[in-house]
């Protein structure tokens, strides 16, 4: 059984820096797509970024680009959000979700496995 564990979240004033983990752990964790998602209270969960391990090919909501970045450690299985600039429209639980596959998907249905959440909160 594979889990996903997520770490890093919590309250950060308008402006500051947080830095998201996801360690993957269990059996040969094999799935190639890890994505960081989000759910805000009250709204549909959304794509924030997601990275290829294999390729280190990204891809980033508009909401993000050039604030937030993605990255993996192949090694420790982990992936990582460093979230800079941050809002408080960045408000919300955040997901970390993987999938088999060769591309990107932003759909979160089409991604199996994924973490507890952890909290972000951006305070203006």
């Known amino acids: 059984q594979v889990q996903l564990t997520e770490s890093g979240g919590g309250l950060v004033q308008a402006g500051g820096s947080l830095r998201l983990s996801c360690a993957a752990s269990?059996?040969?964790?094999?799935?190639?797509?890890m994505g960081w998602f989000r759910q805000a209270p009250g709204k549909e969960r959304e794509i924030v970024a997601a990275?290829?391990?294999?390729?280190?090919?990204?891809y980033y909501a508009d909401s993000v680009k050039g604030r937030f970045t993605i990255s993996r450690d192949g090694a420790k299985n982990t992936v990582y959000l460093q979230m800079n600039s941050l809002k408080p429209e960045d408000t919300a639980v955040y997901y970390c979700?993987?999938?088999?596959?060769?591309?990107?998907?932003?759909?979160?249905?089409?991604?199996?496995?994924w973490g507890q959440g952890t909290q972000v909160t951006v305070s203006s």
């Open positions: 269990g059996r040969t964790f094999r799935n190639n797509i």
């Open positions: 979700a993987a999938r088999s596959g060769v591309t990107i998907v932003i759909t979160p249905t089409a991604y199996d496995i």
């Open positions: 990275i290829i391990r294999s390729g280190g090919n990204t």
